[in-house]
């Protein structure tokens, strides 16, 4: 079993920054990481993703150039990195891992809630 803990949230001015992490219980050096957020009323969208090794990465259209995705497998941490807030970046942030070739997401954290404020 994997539990994951996401931190960083909080309260952002347009334009700022924020740094989300997600811990991990167990070794995540062979899993797939992404990051999801869900804003109230809207359905859950996928914001970020990187593979085992951290060599690939992928994001939304919506965020690409802004957020970085990253990992440190050795602390079992994964980090989204968000630049330039925008004010539909308002969401609760989710950290997901599964296994490489596993069809679905298995192991979810609870939440962590980013405002931006305009």
């Known amino acids: 079993q994997v539990q994951l803990v996401e931190s960083g949230g909080g309260l952002v001015q347009a334009g700022g920054s924020l740094r989300l992490s997600c811990a991990a219980s167990g070794r995540i050096s062979s899993y797939t990481m992404a990051w999801f957020r869900q804003a109230p009323g809207k359905e859950r969208e996928s914001v970020a993703g990187?593979?085992?090794?951290?060599?690939?990465?992928g994001y939304a259209d919506s965020v690409k150039g802004r957020f970085t995705i990253s990992r440190d497998n050795a602390k079992n941490t994964v980090y989204l990195q968000m630049n330039s807030l925008k004010p539909e970046d308002t969401a609760v942030y989710i950290c997901a891992a599964k296994g490489a070739r596993a069809p679905i997401y298995e192991y979810w954290g609870q939440g962590t809630q980013v405002t931006v404020s305009s």
């Open positions: 990187i593979s085992w090794s951290g060599d690939s990465t």
